[in-house]
Nanobody
């Protein structure tokens, strides 16, 4: 499973960015897709995730500002980020839990990361 993320960049505080990620390759199904981020000197943390059924989960720090969405038919996940703050700066990674066949266990897959920089 390959995950290709796009959409990062530089934005002023209060601005918006949209990240997108597409999964490709050979897999039977994907249950959870989401976004993590890692700021300099900090551990990678969950930002938002969405199940194949549409259930979402957000970090408290982004609730009300970020929206995660998914297109199951296209195997894509997006993250709309509004009212961005300097503390949202970091490398954002797309993540997916997928299995390559119905009898295989679920595995985590990661995209290459895209930089988001919010200037204050």
């Amino acid at each position: 499973v390959q995950l290709q993320a796009s959409g990062g960049g530089l934005v002023q505080a209060g601005g918006s960015l949209r990240l997108s990620c597409a999964a490709s390759g050979s897999f039977a199904s994907i249950n959870v897709m989401g976004w993590y981020r890692q700021a300099p000197g900090k551990q990678r943390e969950l930002v938002a995730a969405v199940t194949s059924g549409g259930t979402t989960n957000y970090a408290d720090s982004v609730k009300g500002r970020f929206t995660v969405s998914r297109d199951n038919a296209r195997n894509t996940v997006s993250l709309q980020m509004n009212s961005l703050k300097a503390e949202d700066t970091g490398v954002y990674y797309c993540q997916a839990n997928a299995r390559t066949s119905a009898w295989r266990s679920w595995s985590q897959y990661w995209g290459q990361g895209t930089q988001v920089t919010v200037s204050s």
